[in-house]
């Protein structure tokens, strides 16, 4: 295994850490590797634990109602996933977890985690803040599904995702990607996107984004 960064993680960051090793035996987690497109869990499945990923990255998918895959986003390690769903009376997964390279899961059982917080008051703050922001990450990402629009949920996420107009900023998604990502097809984001490039809104260099028109791309929000 190789040495987890805990210092890095969001709920883990305000820890007393001298000796790691002797804190994670301590701690008495578990650790499993997944590889590469493995399906590490699955909507619905039980979170009687937290989920931390200590290495390598992962997407999250959810299965709408009508059978969609809607993607949420993906994430690097160090995170913790749905931390809150631990404590929740409906303690379930909301979302499909899949491997986007050779990963490593820590798995924290609750009565652990109910022990680090009952001992350090800082961990306690910081697992609360984490919950706070990713509250805020889910408000914005139903913000964004609520638009009716591709070129909307486009500017939107452009809008979440720039420094200003004129500036260049990197998306690390590819189209398919952001396709998921707002669940629609493929074809008619890539029309979007050349539409609103025509329109001389934004222009696009491979991952490289640059806001031309702020007016104009905050009017495809209304």
């Known amino acids: 295994m190789k040495k987890v960064d805990l210092a890095a993680c969001p709920v883990c960051s305000k820890l007393d850490i ?3 090793e002797a804190f994670l035996d301590d701690l008495k987690c578990t650790i499993k590797a997944y590889g590469k497109n493995e399906l590490i869990i699955r909507q619905g499945d039980v979170c009687d634990a937290l989920y931390m ?3 390598g990255s992962v997407k999250t998918e959810m299965i709408t109602e009508n059978g969609n895959i809607l ?3 993906i994430i690097k390690a160090p995170r913790p996933l749905a931390p809150a769903f631990v404590f929740s009376d409906n303690n379930h997964f909301p979302v499909d977890v899949t491997a986007l390279e050779e990963v490593e899961i820590m798995k924290i059982p609750k009565t652990e985690i109910m022990r680090l917080m009952m001992t350090n008051p800082d961990f306690m703050s910081s697992f609360m803040t984490h919950n706070a922001n990713r509250t805020q990450f889910l408000t914005n990402r139903l ?6 629009t591709i070129k909307g949920k486009l500017a939107h996420f452009l809008f979440e995702n720039s ?3 004129g500036k260049p900023f990197e998306i690390n998604r590819n189209q398919t990607e952001l396709a998921d990502f707002f669940g629609v097809a493929r074809p ?3 029309r979007s996107l050349s539409e609103m490039v025509q329109e001389g809104l ?3 260099n491979k ?4 806001i031309l028109n702020s007016k104009g791309l905050r009017e495809l929000l209304v």
């Open 202 to 204: 934004i222009s696009i």
């Open 18 to 20: 001298n000796d790691e």
């Open 188 to 190: 008619s984001l890539a």
């Open 143 to 148: 913000q964004l599904l609520s638009i009716k």
């Open 207 to 210: 991952k490289e984004y640059i």
């Open 53 to 55: 990923l200590t290495q």
């Open 71 to 73: 993607g949420i986003e």
């Open 163 to 165: 420094q200003g107009e």
